[in-house]
């Protein structure tokens, strides 16, 4: 594809959604409906559908009774993973459709969305090789009389509820794990971004996936999330999002104990050390910053750095932001798109105003720029940043940076924890013990030395602290959705208690 000739134009009209249940569309019907206008370009672009609490009852319905028949759970890893295999390369298939409805909904540019869609197709890849893997234990050092095995066993259903922030990604972080441990799944994904998780369901279907193993209801947070929640029919809910809504999650599983993943915010710290290469750092920096616009649970939003560079590395930041393209998303050359929301936007601005009048010096950046249409936020670095000062320490969502200096290695691990969050943080040092002895003390549950966003399957995501609890991803991911249960097999005759 020549990358300068522009995707796709925009839609004539909103592309209609209906929900998925048991294998089929549902269509909205008298159900009441909402338009999405594109972030970047204000005209609709889709048309999601209400549900009911009544369309949620029989969608757990419908979901436990293909986990109770054993239609999917009963099936060889071997026939799960060809379904997974199949849903690979329906995504693939439908790339161009899906990178589209991806960047119209949240804004985020076009060639991001591509990356994101094909890197979806190769979770799903990975995750058919799991559900081959996923096995139990033997202990067979109890004695000759007796095998004790350790079984692992499906879940049930899951209610699985996605952020804006990466709808198609996210859900592939989730949907192959939960299906490869023999699960089966109501998702709830944001109500402004819907599109793809329902696109999804069609692509699982036609993959093979037997009818009601994957369903898709679809609505508002406070209404159908809170309700699945609650829900006494689902086993588990995998939940990501803020740790506010997390919070509340956690109080309403409590009805019937289902266990919660959790996923929730970050404040995450980048380290940079003076013996770093301090362009490859400073790229890092940016990009971790202001990739998707900063609205990345892992973004790195806080900069640590070593107070004898502080100065050079503030103008090496400032010059780089300045040369990040930010505009419209479907020009295949956009590096930063556009705000989610005019609620997001209105916080991101509030924040920026707060930092400007509680003191701090704002380095670059700072307004919105908005045009005609569309909103979009300038990649913005603050200095001379108090520690507790909001900027410093509440989760923006937005490309917001807040420099804190630091003169030792104690100080800079001190600064780098003190927040409630501990979801990833970042390390820039040329020297390898420095680099290690950091990353056992930063308190979080991913660490990247020398890069900063990156990763691939393989490796668990999550966080420490009150950025959550549970596992996604890897073999880690898999064995989330499962029960284990414990087995005491005595060999021969038992010794009688009766005598
Ligand atoms: P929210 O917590 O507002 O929403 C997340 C999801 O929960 C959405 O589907 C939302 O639906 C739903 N929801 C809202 N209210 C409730 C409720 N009462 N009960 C159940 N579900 C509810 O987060 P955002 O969508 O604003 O996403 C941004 C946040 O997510 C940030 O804090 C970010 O750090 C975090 N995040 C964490 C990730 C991680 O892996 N740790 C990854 C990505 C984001 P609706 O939108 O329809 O209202």
């Known amino acids: 594809m020549d ?19 048991d294998g089929h569309w549902i269509e909205p019907g008298s159900r009441a409906t909402v338009v999405r206008l594109s972030p970047a370009h204000d005209v609709p672009v889709t048309c999601i559908t209400r549900c009911t609490k009544d369309d949620l009852d029989h969608a757990v319905t419908v979901a436990r009774e293909a986990f109770a028949d054993r239609r999917w759970s009963g099936l060889a890893g071997a026939d799960r993973a060809a379904v997974l295999l199949k849903a690979a390369a329906g995504i693939r298939g439908r790339l161009d459709e899906l990178s589209l409805l991806e960047t119209l909904e949240t804004g985020k540019p076009i060639s991001q969305s591509r990356g994101e869609v094909e890197g979806a197709a190769a979770i799903y890849e990975y995750a058919a090789g799991a559900a081959r893997a996923l096995h139990g234990d033997t202990f067979n050092n109890l004695g000759d009389r007796v095998l004790g095995l350790v079984t692992r066993e499906p879940i049930g259903v899951v209610g699985l509820i996605t952020p804006w922030n990466f709808p198609f990604f996210i859900l592939a972080e989730r949907v192959p794990f939960i ?25 699982l279907a036609n993959a093979g996936l037997p009818d009601g193993v994957f369903n898709v209801v679809t609505g508002s947070g406070s209404d159908i999330g809170q309700a699945m929640t609650e829900h006494a029919g689902i086993d588990m809910v995998s939940f990501t999002g803020s740790t506010e809504v997390g919070r509340r999650a956690l109080l309403a599983s409590a009805g019937n104990f289902k266990k919660l993943g959790l996923e929730l915010g970050g404040k995450n710290p980048q380290i940079v050390f003076a013996d770093a290469d301090l362009d490859d750092a400073a790229d890092g920096v940016v990009f971790g910053t202001c990739f998707n616009a900063g609205q990345c649970c892992v973004g790195g939003s806080r900069l640590v750095v070593e107070r004898s560079i502080a100065a050079d590395f503030e103008k090496l930041l400032a010059e780089k932001f300045s040369r990040i393209r930010v505009g419209d998303p479907l020009d295949p050359e956009t590096q930063v798109g556009a705000i989610i929301t005019s609620a997001q936007n209105d916080s991101i601005l509030g924040h920026i105003a707060g930092g400007l009048k509680g003191g701090a010096r704002l380095v670059c950046g700072g307004e919105a720029m908005n045009g005609k249409v569309g909103r979009f936020i300038q990649p913005t670095l603050f200095a001379d ?3 507790d000062m909001a900027i410093a320490r509440e989760e923006i969502f937005g490309p917001v940076l807040t420099i804190l200096p630091f003169d030792t290695f104690e100080e800079a691990v001190e600064i780098a924890n003190d927040t409630i969050y501990g979801l990833a943080a970042s390390i820039w040092t040329k020297n390898l013990d420095k680099a290690l002895q950091a990353m056992r003390l930063v308190q979080a549950g991913r660490v990247w030395i020398n890069t900063t966003i990156s990763g691939g399957p393989e490796l668990p995501i999550g966080g420490f602290k009150q950025s959550g609890s549970g596992r996604e991803t890897g073999i880690y991911g898999v064995e989330e ?11 021969g005759k038992r010794d009688h208690w009766v005598s």
Request: aromatic fraction near 6%; charged fraction near 15%.
């Open 179 to 203: 299906l490869a441990a023999g699960c089966t799944i109501v998702a709830k994904p944001s109500e402004v971004t819907s599109a793809t998780t329902l696109v999804m369901a069609e692509i």
């Open 3 to 21: 990358k300068k000739t522009p995707l796709h134009a925009l839609p004539a009209s909103p592309r209609d959604f209906g929900f998925f249940v």
């Open 385 to 387: 940043v108090g520690r």
């Open 481 to 491: 959705y499962t029960e284990v249960k414990s087995v005491h097999i005595t060999l």
